[in-house]
């Protein structure tokens, strides 16, 4: 009697502790599929299966957009072949990490670029998801005080 109440109490702990770890696991493995699927697809040119990850807005990034999904995924990849033409394009990325922040996905990463024949890299980027349609997508960039144009480019921003 005693051992199942012990038994119980564990199995209660652990149900507790997994209904309160699992919610915070998967928004971190959707955000992190999302960021791998953006930047992959970036490099790899397939900017139409990129945008299906990315979180657009044309307002505030928490209200629903204006713009319409297809206005926006046109506009989103004329950006980035307008880059490619100014000789600035993703080649690579590395160490990507993504954690909780009262229980919002963030993350950073380490971005390489081809700008005019010259890889730069671009260190400790950070991420930015919001959720839409039951999952978490990337949203934004933000590398340091100055925008630079890829910022603008990969971003789901509008405004």
Known sequence: MKTSKVILILVGIIGLSAFLYIPG?????????????????VINQHYDKAFEHV???DRASDTEPEISYEDAKKKWIERLIDLREQGIYLVDYDQLRIR????????NVNLVFM???ER???????????????????????YHHDV?????????NFN
């Open 115 to 117: 700008e005019n024949g």
């Open 100 to 107: 909780l922040d009262d229980t919002y996905p963030r993350g």
């Open 120 to 142: 730069k890299i671009k260190e400790n980027v950070s991420l930015w998801f919001a959720p839409r349609e039951n999952k978490w997508k990337l949203g934004n960039f933000d």
């Open 25 to 41: 696991l998967i928004d971190k493995n959707q955000s992190k599929h999302a960021a791998e699927e953006v930047l992959d697809h």
């Open 55 to 57: 979180y657009f807005f």
């Open 148 to 156: 630079e144009e890829w910022e603008h480019a990969l971003s789901g």
